[in-house]
C-alpha cells in the first residue's frame, strides 16, 4: 500500500541552495552602530521575524515560530546570527548540550534509523552516526540552521520540516530524538507532534526527549548555596528569567507523563536535573487504543 509519504523527501543540496539575506544579516560589527543595533535588539522587545514574502522556504514555518525566540536579532532566520546561536547555545549551556546529545547517541547506538526532530545545528543528529547509527535524519523548521547543518554534517540527511507534519512514512524510524524543542511550541502543537513521532516510530521504538528543567526556576536549596550545584542553578535561573521563550511555561506546566501516556508511549527512565529534564520513552507495542481499551 502506498502512503502520503510512501518514499523518503528528497533533501536538497543545501551547499548550492541560496537563501535569502535578512535585516539581521546586514548588521554591521565592524561598526559601533552595528554594536548598539544587536544590544537595542538583544535587551528590546522582541520582534515577529522578518523574511522575504516570496521566500519559497516561508510555507514550512508554523506561525509561532516566526519570533525571536532567545531574543536572538531575526530569530532563527539568518545565516550570521543562528550561526552564532549554533556557538553560543552550547557555551551558554555550561557543556551540558554537549554531554546530553552524547548519553543519547550513545543510548541509540544499536539503532539502524534514528529521526532528529528540531535538530537546529544538528549537533545530535552528527553525534548519533558518531555513535554508529547508519540512518540518520535531521528536520527543523528553519532553513538557516539546516543549511549550517548539512554543512558541517554532510552524513546526515537534513530536511525542513516540522514536528506536528513529518514528511515520513508509517513505521520508519527505530528511534526519535527531541532536545530544546517541545518547550519552544504551544501545546497543542506538542500533542501533535508526538502523535506524529508515534506515527513514524516501529513499534517498541524509542523517544528520547531533553528539555529545560522547571528546577531552576525554583528556589535554591540552601545545601546547594556553597557547593558548584548551587551556582550552577543561580546562573541558569537568571538566563532562564532573561531569555523570550514564549511557550516555556505552558511546556512546563503540562503534565508530561499524562501527554506522554496519551501519545502512546511508555517510561523508561526519567531525570530531572539542572539544566536538563530527560526522559527516555518507548513506543507501545500495540497502538495506544488498544493498550488503553
Ligand atoms: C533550542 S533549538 C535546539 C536545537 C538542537 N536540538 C540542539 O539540541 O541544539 C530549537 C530548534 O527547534 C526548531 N523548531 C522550532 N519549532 C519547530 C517545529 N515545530 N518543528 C521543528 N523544529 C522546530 C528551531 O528552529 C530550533 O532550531
Known sequence: MTTEHSIDPVTPDWANLSLASTWADEINFT???????????????????????DDPLRAGIPKYALQEF????????????????ITGFDRMMLGHMARQRRVMAQQLADCDAVLDVGTGGGKLAAALVDAGVKD???????PYMLKHAATDFPAVNFYQAAAERLPFCEQRFDAVTVCFLFHEMPPKYIAKALAEIDRVLRPGG?????????????????RLLMRRAGWRHVYFKRMAARVHEPFIKAWHGLDKQALFAQAGFCLDEHNDRVPIN????????LPATAVVG
Not at 561598526?31 to 514574502?53: D, E
Not at 532567545?70 to 546561536?85: C, E, F, T, V
Open 70 to 85: 532567545h531574543n536572538l536579532p531575526n530569530g532563527n532566520y539568518s545565516h550570521r546570527i543562528s550561526r552564532g546561536y
Open 206 to 222: 524509542r523517544l528520547l526527549v531533553a528539555e529545560p528543567s522547571a528546577r531552576q526556576l525554583g528556589p535554591i536549596p540552601w
Open 278 to 285: 530527560y526522559y527516555s520513552l518507548k513506543k507501545h507495542s
Open 136 to 142: 540518520v535524519w535531521g528536520v527543523d523548521v528553519s
Open 31 to 53: 561598526r559601533p552602530r552595528g554594536w548598539l543595533q544587536f544590544a537595542r535588539s538583544i535587551l528590546g522587545k522582541p520582534q515577529p521575524v522578518q523574511l522575504a514574502p
